[in-house]
T-cell receptor
Framework: KAGVTQTPRYLIKTRGQQVTLSCSPI?????VSWYQQTPGQGLQFLFE???????NKGNFPGRFSGRQFSNSRSEMNVSTLELGDSALYLC???????????????FGPGTRLTVL | AQSVAQPEDQVNVAEGNPLTVKCTYS??????LFWYVQYPNRGLQFLLK??????LVKGSYGFEAEFNKSQTSFHLKKPSALVSDSALYFC???????????FGKGTRLHILP
């Protein structure tokens, strides 16, 4: 099976712009989670989508949003970019087991976003 | 609320020696525990998980972890370290009552030749 793919791999934007990142999960995986990774804050959970619905959300401002399509592909959008948004954005897909728990997460290579 | 702690920011081990990367957790309900590894400029890779059953879990690349319920720990171990094991290691936890997964801050493992 193909792994999780993320596009683009690298992105440079300026403050105030907006950006959309894309994630294609492993075939059959219906849960997609997004994380922000920075040297200072580590790995921080953004949100999780399951069956086109946001199931969980981390503590990020409303500038960060996402969605999931019927084929489980997901996008995240960041509006009004700030310098502090520079980070590696990771997407992970997983199966959802009986009871609704998320099983092992498989990560994509990430999108490196630089905000100038 | 559930949480996971990796008390060491960095661990240094000589090549060939055994290594341990520590992880403790706090949850309500039964824990589901995971270890991931991240190499430079790469996404996280799954190493192993504990859901139920045998307390000693074996995973990829010769790693194993022991679930200790009384100490609420899930330390990652390997009998003989390789230089190629140098990476960032993350412990994560979820439960049978909460579908969120929480990651620790990560431990950087340096294997010295």
């Amino acid at each position: 099976k193909a792994g999780v793919t993320q596009t683009p791999r690298y992105l440079i934007k300026t403050r105030g712009q907006q950006v959309t990142l894309s994630c294609s999960p492993i075939s059959g995986h219906r849960s997609v989670s997004w994380y922000q990774q920075t040297p200072g804050q580590g790995l921080q959970f953004l949100f999780e989508y399951f069956s086109e619905t946001q199931r969980n959300k981390g503590n990020f401002p409303g500038r960060f949003s996402g969605r999931q399509f019927s084929n489980s592909r997901s996008e995240m959008n960041v509006s009004t970019l700030e310098l502090g948004d520079s980070a590696l954005y990771l997407c992970a897909s997983s199966l959802v087991v009986a009871g609704g728990n998320t099983d092992t997460q498989y990560f994509g290579p990430g999108t490196r976003l630089t905000v100038l | 609320a559930q949480s996971v702690a990796q008390p060491e920011d960095q661990v240094n081990v000589a090549e060939g020696n055994p290594l341990t990367v520590k992880c403790t957790y706090s949850v309500s309900g039964n824990p589901y525990l995971f270890w991931y590894v991240q190499y430079p400029n790469r996404g996280l890779q799954f190493l192993l998980k504990y859901i139920t059953g045998d307390n000693l879990v074996k995973g990829s690349y010769g790693f194993e972890a022991e679930f200790n319920k009384s100490q609420t720990s899930f330390h990652l171990k390997k009998p003989s370290a390789l230089v190629s094991d140098s990476a960032l290691y993350f412990c994560a936890v979820s439960t049978n009552r909460d579908d969120k997964i929480i990651f620790g801050k990560g431990t950087r493992l340096h294997i010295l030749p």
